[in-house]
């Protein structure tokens, strides 16, 4: 069985990869970089999704020597021009705190039309050592979270140079 580090301390992130590779019958170990406490987080200095997700894939196979995954993800609010993008997870000033975060990005959204509301939640995702590279994305109005979540969108991953988009109403935020 091989051994593949998903580079991510987000628990969240290493269950749902998880959850998909066993349905897909790959006989891989998934394992977060928690399992590597020695390994110190990366610092996401790229300015592109791509760049930030190849430095944590880059590292974690470089401090380890196995095959790393890492993805970088945001989204990207079209009247705010595509801001809180790679800043999404730290926009209200504290990284990680999803709701301080939604309310925030909500706030400065509270005079904006729903119709003027469009969003896409970019994925990149970056593997090493083989610098293997899949977009996804999709658009969608950005609203307050509903009682009853929406069903999930879909996408399919592509290589390096496109990014299909699938689109969902109401967004899930």
Known sequence: MTRLILATRNAGKITELHAILADAGLD??????DAYPEVPDVKETGVTFAENALLKAHALAQATGLPAVAD???LCVD???????????????THGDDRANLDLLLAQ?????DEHRGA???LRRRSSPSPTARNASWKA????????PPPAPTASATTRSSSPRATTSPARN
Not at 85 to 90: E, H, L, M, T
């Open 28 to 33: 891989l170990e998934l394992v977060g970089a």
């Open 72 to 74: 970088d993800s945001g």
């Open 79 to 93: 009247v705010l021009n595509g801001a809180p993008g790679i800043f999404s997870a730290r926009w209200s000033g």
């Open 109 to 113: 959204l509270s005079d904006i039309a």
């Open 120 to 122: 896409l939640l970019r």
């Open 141 to 148: 109005p950005c609203r307050a979270p509903s009682a009853t």
